[in-house]
């Protein structure tokens, strides 16, 4: 299934604006994983954690899932030189947890709607016309950086914003950082903090019920709940739900996962660094992990009502 860049001519244009299927939830959840699965369809581009494509383009060291530094990526390159100054500011001030509120009630500073929409229309316009793509992955989730972003893209840019709040049992997601540690602390983006093992217990808590709220405030036509573990038990089904959520036919996909094909990455910002090589979606979970006393304590206190909700008991 495979996707070619459209030829200069195509790209000029006028793009029909894209659909948007915005990943929500924490990470460690499968965000990755169903990015690039997603990937794999001929009418979809995957983006990655595309919020953070300004303050990474920022950072000569980090670089796209192609290779290239930003500036340079021939998806991102060009689009990066005619941007404002500020406008990276203005994204993560609209889009951060601090602003939820404000986002919802839809009390935001003329100027910052002006630069958003602007903003926004601009990325997902150029990423179609790139891709020659309909659909275009957002997996961004909701953690503090993030949280309002899937509110932002519809209200203010204007979007059809579908959420897909993809969840995973807080146990897996918790066992992930004992085992690896954080993504940003991985790749040089952060130095470690204390206690950054029981940080993804609030964590988990906090996105997974700002997504809830996020699909509250968009409507229950632009929200879907997938849990990662029934992705992985039975991916064809669950991935026919997305395809009649996002308007995609996805019978290829979903026998493409069954057969163990591996998927590979878009132009992805950020993200789990499973993007980095090529994935086969496992379609069995592993086995719920018995955590260290503390962190077991934690996350009964913490995250047991929610995940209770989720069907993780």
Known sequence: MPRHDRSPQD??????????????????????IMDMVLNGHPDVASTGELTFLHDDAADTTLTCSCGAIFRDCPVYGDWLADR???????????????????????????????VYRDYALSLFNHLAAKHDAEVI???????????????????????????????????????????????WVLEGRRKPRPLDTLRPVMGWMLANKISQR???ALGPDRYMHVRYEDFQRDPATVLGRIGTFADLETGELGRAVTNGK????GHNVGGN?????????????????????????????????????????
């Not at 909701?142 to 049992?169: N, Q, W, Y």
Request: charged share 20%; proline share 7%.
């Open 11 to 32: 790209q000029m244009q006028s793009p029909k604006t894209p659909r948007v299927l915005y990943i929500a939830g924490y990470s460690r959840s499968g965000s990755t």
């Open 84 to 114: 404002p100054d500020g406008e990276g500011g203005v994204v993560r001030r609209v889009e951060s947890r601090a602003n939820l509120d404000q986002l919802i009630a839809g009390h935001i500073a003329e100027g910052d709607c002006t």
């Open 137 to 183: 992955v957002d997996s961004s989730k909701s953690a503090k950086d993030a949280a309002g972003r899937p509110i932002a893209l519809a209200r203010l840019g204007g979007l059809d914003v579908r959420v897909l709040h993809l969840t995973r049992d807080p146990r897996a997601v918790a066992n992930s950082y004992l085992q690896s540690g954080s993504n």
């Open 214 to 216: 996020i699909g509250q």
């Open 262 to 265: 591996a998927f590979e990455a």
């Open 273 to 313: 660094r499973t993007r980095l090589a090529p994935q086969v979606v496992s379609l069995s979970p592993k086995p719920v992990p018995r955590l260290p006393m503390a962190h077991s304590a934690a996350l009964r206190c913490v995250c047991g009502r929610t995940a209770r909700k989720f069907g993780y008991v």
